[in-house]
C-alpha cells in the first residue's frame, strides 16, 4: 500500500490522532472516506469513458476493413463482368 508499512501506519495515525483530538478524529476521517470513494467513482467514471472510445475506434476499423473488402468485391465484379462482356462479343 503505497510502501507504507503497519508500524508507519500506526505512527501517523496515533500523530493525527493527538494533533486533531479523539472528538473530531473520526468526522475528519468519515470525511476523508467519503472523498476518496468520490475520487474512485470519478476515476472509474472516466476510466469507462475511455473503453467506450476505444470501442468506438475498434468498431470504426471494422468498419473501414469492411469497406475496403467491399471495394475489393465490387472491383472484382466489374472485372469479371467486363470479361464476360469481352467474350460475348
Not at 11 to 32: D, F, H, M, S, T
Not at 39 to 63: A, Q, T, W, Y
Amino acid at each position: 500500500m503505497f510502501g507504507i508499512g503497519f508500524n508507519e501506519i500506526i505512527i501517523i495515525l496515533l500523530i493525527a490522532l493527538i494533533v486533531i483530538g479523539p472528538k473530531k478524529l473520526p468526522e475528519i476521517a468519515k470525511a476523508l472516506g467519503k472523498g476518496y470513494r468520490e475520487f474512485r467513482k470519478s476515476f472509474e467514471d472516466l476510466e469507462k469513458e475511455f473503453n467506450v472510445d476505444e470501442e468506438l475506434d475498434n468498431e470504426k476499423e471494422k468498419f473501414d476493413e469492411v469497406k475496403v473488402v467491399g471495394k475489393k468485391t465490387e472491383e472484382n465484379e466489374e472485372k469479371k463482368d467486363g470479361e464476360d462482356n469481352k467474350r460475348e462479343q
